[in-house]
């Protein structure tokens, strides 16, 4: 767990920004041994993402007890503060896989 992932052929280590990019593109060659491989989220993901939910919701619940009248924006900009890091954190449950026809 957050680690970024690596290639299945030769174990380069891929950099944040080339993750988000794999995990965009599926299909996808490894600029290091020209390989094929897939990227997969993997389950652990909605782990890591419950810890920020619980804690978004929580916040909200605060966030709303204290204020007079119930305001959208603050409760929405917390809420969206909250998906950015779930996004941020989506490299690190990444795992890099080889495809099927290279099984062949
Ligand atoms: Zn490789």
Known sequence: MFR????PHCG???RYKDTKKAI??????CYHCNKKFRAKIFPGILIGAVIPLILCI???????????EAQI???FAVTLVFLLI???IIPFFTKFRKTE???K
């Open 4 to 7: 970024l992932p690596v290639c």
């Open 12 to 14: 380069t280590i891929y």
């Open 24 to 29: 965009r593109d599926k299909d996808n060659i």
């Open 58 to 68: 929580v916040i909200n619940i605060i966030l709303l007890s204290s204020m007079k």
């Open 73 to 75: 924006i603050p409760l």
């Open 86 to 88: 779930i996004y941020l």
């Open 101 to 103: 026809d290279d099984k």
